[in-house]
């Protein structure tokens, strides 16, 4: 009825365009009531009005269905021409799906993302996802190329780093989610976490995961300004097949782990919609862990016959965690907190207008918000409250993005960017420590914070075809941020087929990053260093018949003034414990890549990394006092391997995990700690039962003792038995 009564109140913004625009302006219009204490009630009616002006304006509803005659299915925008490694995605249920290390090809959704000639991608595919068990982004890549993934305490509880440094963007469907999420030194396998950015990372389901692309290239001007290794991470959602699907789905496992799911979408090839709830309870196999999360995702797509498309995104996360108990407290001392309540918004809006079949421009709003309240506690029983910290940011931006694609390869990508970041923080400290024991304060003390970043960017980058067997690519970038200079960053690519089974490229590029001072900065007047880098990487792919590749790659970045994250004093705990130091870092490193698929039941990969970090203390530190005696470092050498098959109607996969030893640090130890070198192995079974399919996962398949976080030692053998069923 509310759809039926809109309709005719917006019946002068039939073209969609103007719709757009409409939407866009009022989603962006309540960005200043996110603060006030009715903020959930005003961005749940923002987002329901939102939805019923695009319903009204697309001929949803019985009315408009009469006045308005679907032509047909929607079409794709162009294509790329310029050489692209096929992604194997499976048609039918025997097949077998292939995680694909790509340098340059099409892509779906915005045009803009695509990745230009020189840069490399791995592509993990849906059935991937599915057929290894992955609950979450992070178990997701878990076994690509390169990619390191470190638990503290139970499964959920995640930091990732790509070549040896955390992920520097993270996009949702091409638009930022998460920037600048955690950093560390060289934002290494055991350096520190700012902020809470890179949390979406391991609370997003992955049963909305249509792909995930994995850009491991550096100085990748499209994407946003960033420094140092690590990666940009593009999670594609799903959208719903023509026609009509409700599934729901339900995990049961060790731990008393407990995940139910209930997935539904509609679509008639033109207007598709899909909506997915979702509840996730699980304990820790150490002491105290625990977590409640219940989650909704709603995906709204209307494709024009032109070629053009509306997307909006909207996902809500809330609930609670609480955090492990450390099992060595000679490193990590003991210490009672829980996250409560744990809130995460966003939503995404996108217009992509064809101009002509070459041309389109992307129209882009999007909001994030994410609010945390840190309650730390004395006892184990938490029933005395030491300190409380309630953290919030919202990020919020606009994007114009531009982009040309010719017959002959030839691209041509061109945007103007707005970002905002702002972010505040309230502790309430009630007790201190004196003489080993704990004094309540005569007044609790309180402290408040706040900052807020805009920066303004443009970015240009040409993909140009110089002979039917070699691409390259040059672009640059603007970056203009509050309380920093601005910055011109470069990039500059080739990839050429030598022959008829090899591609050979080249990437260079500068990089440059203006980090977001911690909370302990703000009240130190510490401004954080600017840090820049220079890279440049290469490799080879090599197909010896149609059912195998080999790839090489060879990388190299350095990066001055790095940021750097310390406790002040070491392992002190806190908003404000957090400071920024900088150091230079250099990386350096190898990748060798290999796949083969044996049949169409059976294929197996392989991958190995081997990396090398080298820092350099020139910087004294911003404030007096003693520094770590040790540092993080990353593993050296990280493997994975895996076979992906069916038989007798049951799919099957198991992987395998190598890492070499590293030494490790988080925010609640006060020096880096070894971590032994382990291996460990899963096995994922599935088979269909009745309307449905069963799997079981097996974690940790030989038992092994091992741990990725000093003090956090992993679960042993493990379990999770889902059943997902078409209704």
């Known amino acids: 009825m509310l759809v039926v009564a809109a309709r005719p109140i917006f019946t002068e913004y039939s073209q969609y365009d103007n719709f757009a625009a409409i939407a866009v302006s009022y989603i962006y219009s309540q ?93 993990v595919a849906a059935q991937e996802i599915e057929d290894t068990g992955a609950q979450t982004v992070m178990d997701a890549i878990d076994f690509t190329p390169s990619v390191f993934v470190r638990h503290q305490g139970a499964r959920y509880e995640n930091r990732l780093s790509v070549r040896g ?17 955690y950093t560390g030194l060289g934002g290494g396998a055991g350096g520190k976490e700012a902020g809470f950015a890179g949390r979406i990372l391991y609370t997003l389901p992955a049963e909305l995961i249509e792909r ?32 009509e699907e409700v599934s729901a789905g339900a995990t049961y496992g060790s731990y008393a782990r407990a995940r139910t799911m209930l997935h539904a979408g509609v679509s008639d090839g033109r207007l598709a919609y899909l909506v997915h709830a979702g509840t996730d309870f699980a304990e820790s196999h150490l002491p105290l862990g625990e977590k409640r999360f219940k989650d909704i995702f709603t995906k709204l797509v209307y494709n024009q016959p032109d070629g053009s498309k509306l997307l909006l995104d909207y996902f809500t996360l809330e609930g609670r965690r609480t955090l492990d108990l450390s099992q060595d407290f000679s490193i990590v001392p003991p210490r009672y907190w829980r996250i409560d309540p744990w809130d995460e918004e966003f939503v995404n809006l996108v217009y992509s207008k064809a101009l002509d079949e070459e041309t389109t421009v992307d129209y882009v709003v999007y909001r994030r918000n994410r609010d945390f309240t840190t309650n730390q506690y004395i006892n184990p029983a938490f029933t005395t409250l030491q300190q409380d910290w309630i953290e919030g940011e919202d990020d919020m931006g606009a994007d114009l993005r531009y982009s040309v694609r010719k017959e002959d390869g030839r691209m041509t990508r061109a945007g103007l960017q707005w970002a905002k970041i702002a972010s505040d923080t309230l502790q309430t400290v009630y007790y201190k420590k004196e003489a080993g024991q704990w004094v309540e304060l005569p007044r609790p003390k309180v402290t408040t914070l706040s900052q807020e970043r805009t920066t303004k960017s443009l970015f240009w980058n040409q993909t140009i075809p110089l002979r039917t067997n070699l691409r390259a690519s040059l672009g640059t970038r603007y970056d203009d ?56 990487e290469t490799g080879w792919t090599v197909r010896p018949d149609p059912s195998s590749r080999w790839q090489l790659n060879v990388f190299w970045s350095k990066t001055e003034d790095a940021r750097i994250l310390y406790n002040d004093p070491p392992g002190a705990i806190g908003p404000l414990a957090y400071i920024s130091k900088a150091e ?69 996969a198991v992987s395998a995990k190598y890492s070499a030893d590293y030494m490790a640090v988080n925010r609640l130890m006060e020096y880096a700690a070894p971590v032994d070198t382990f291996l460990v192995f899963e096995l994922k079974l599935i088979r269909h039962l009745g309307s449905g399919e069963v799997s ?32």
């Open 584 to 652: 230079d870092l250099t990386t350096s490193g190898v990748e060798l890549i290999y796949d083969r698929e044996v049949s169409d039941s059976l294929r197996w990969f392989a991958n190995y990394m081997y990396l090398r970090e080298e820092v350099t203390n020139n910087n004294q530190p911003f404030i007096p006092g003693p520094l770590y005696p040790t540092i993080a470092e990353p593993p050296s050498h990280i493997a994975a391997a895996g076979i992906r098959g069916s038989r007798a109607g049951t799919r099957f």
């Open 481 to 536: 941020p509050t309380g920093y200079d601005s910055a011109l960053t470069y990039s500059a690519g080739i990839d050429a087929d030598i022959g008829a089974n090899a591609t050979w490229r080249l990437h260079l590029g500068t990089g440059v990053e203006h980090p977001l001072p911690t909370d302990g900065d703000i009240e130190r007047a510490i401004v954080p260093l600017e840090a820049s880098t220079l890279s440049a």
């Open 165 to 181: 440094a955390a992920p520097r963007l993270v996009l949702l469907d091409g638009i930022p989610i998460a920037r600048e999420g």
């Open 31 to 123: 960005h200043t009531t996110t603060r006030e204490g009715s903020n959930a009630v005003r961005r749940s009616c923002c987002l329901t009005i939102a939805c019923l002006l695009l319903l009204a304006a697309s001929g949803l509803c019985p009315e408009a269905q009469a006045e308005q005659q679907v032509a047909g299915t929607a079409t794709s925008p162009p294509e790329a021409t310029g050489q692209s490694e096929t992604v194997l995605v499976p048609e039918e249920e025997e097949e077998i799906p292939e995680i694909a290390v790509e340098v340059v090809g099409k892509r779906e959704g915005l045009l803009s993302i695509s990745p230009a000639p020189g840069e490399a991608i791995v592509e």
């Open 696 to 727: 079981l996962l097996v974690d940790n398949l030989l038992d092994t003792d091992y741990e990725t976080m000093p003090a956090f030692p992993r679960p042993g053998r493990n379990y999770l038995l889902s059943y997902r069923t078409s209704l």
């Open 212 to 243: 995930i692309d994995v850009i491991r290239s550096v100085g990748t001007v499209v994407y946003g300004p960033t420094a140092g290794t690590g990666a940009v991470i593009n999670i594609v959602t799903r959208e719903p097949e023509v026609g």
